[in-house]
């Protein structure tokens, strides 16, 4: 197999880079990402594909692969909902192809860079896994049989949206309860904000790291103070890994994959997330006294797993 490029469009930036069979990037640009204008996104994806190949006029380019923000239908051609991206609709395969003269296929974004830990990241001995992404929000894939479940209409694996409390906190897909509300970054903060308030020495470490307002404080800061040892940051970590744990539980009564591999800016703590989340996953797991337990690891490719993941599923 020779290389391909893959492309991760976010919200601010389009990064793309050449990738070679091993999932090794060996060339990355970055260009801003234009808002609401498929042509113009179009424009500056084309771009960039051409600016690598033009760095690399001595190695075969094979297909491009995009990973993008919102839903991409299953066909992988049409970014049915960017709305991050302000694009609706929009037939984002057609209007690459015809400038870059290459097979293009589009993924959603969540997807691209579970393939990525899948094939060649933390989950790489493995057929069944499940990739789940703690950052803002909830993102996931699925991964049985080492194929990615796309479903019908290409939106399998949202798993942040999936209710874990009936008429729970409010999501900003409009219904209430989503895992998302109790298992991101942004709920890992709010855990520090509810301290802050409630019990403010607690929190004394987490808002000094924050520079001195509560109201500042971000999912980095909260991590650095666990790292320390505080225990306010750690009691932050706790919260949200007994609901990351009871997430996963029900999930492997699902799915029953073999790993579950976690990602996202929340993952950056490491063992300090790992070992509450598998404690959870251990208690609310069905079946927990005979069945065999899945794994859960931490993602391994970092924010390069876009690129490599949509440039893998390029030719698939
Ligand atoms: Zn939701």
């Known amino acids: 197999m020779g290389m391909t490029i893959g492309v991760d469009i976010g ?24 808002w609401g204008d498929g042509e113009a996104l179009a424009d500056t994806v084309g771009a960039a594909v051409r600016e690598l190949r033009g760095r690399h006029a001595d190695g075969a380019i094979a297909a491009v692969g995009v990973g993008t923000a919102g839903f991409v239908d299953a066909d992988r051609a049409t970014i049915v909902l960017g709305a991050n991206l302000g694009l609706h609709e929009e037939p984002f395969t057609e209007r690459l192809r ?5 097979p293009v296929v589009v993924e ?3 997807n691209a860079a579970a393939w990525a830990e899948a094939r060649f990241g933390a989950g790489r001995d493995s057929e069944h896994v499940v990739c789940v992404t703690l ?10 049989n080492g194929e990615l479940q796309r479903g019908r209409y290409g939106v399998a694996g949202e798993v942040g949206h999936y209710r874990v409390v009936p ?15 109790y298992a991101s970054g942004r709920a890992l903060v709010g855990e520090a904000l509810d301290l802050a308030r409630a019990e403010p020495k607690r929190a004394e470490r987490m808002v000094e790291l924050a520079g001195g307002s509560a109201a500042d404080i971000q999912g980095s800061a909260i991590t650095r103070a666990a790292q320390e040892g505080d225990e306010g940051a750690l009691a932050c970590f706790a919260a949200v890994a007994e609901w990351v744990g009871l997430g996963l539980a029900d999930l492997a009564a699902i799915l029953d994959p073999e790993l579950f591999v976690i ?10 997330l790992l070992d509450p989340v598998r404690d959870s996953f251990a208690r609310h797991v069905t079946g927990r006294s005979t069945r065999r337990l899945a794994d859960i690891r931490i993602a391994e490719l970092g924010s390069q797993a876009g690129i490599v993941g949509a440039a893998d599923l390029a030719l698939r």
């Open 167 to 181: 008429f729970g906190r409010r999501c900003g897909c409009g219904n209430h309860g989503c895992w998302e509300q």
């Open 98 to 102: 015809r400038r870059v003269d290459l």
């Open 135 to 144: 950052g803002t929000g909830v993102g996931g894939a699925i991964v049985m």
């Open 108 to 110: 959603n974004d969540a």
């Open 11 to 34: 919200g601010t930036k389009v990064a793309a880079g050449i990738v070679d069979s091993g999932g090794r990037i060996r060339d990355v640009v970055k260009h801003p990402t234009p």
């Open 263 to 272: 990602g996202g800016g929340v993952s950056d703590a490491g063992a300090i």
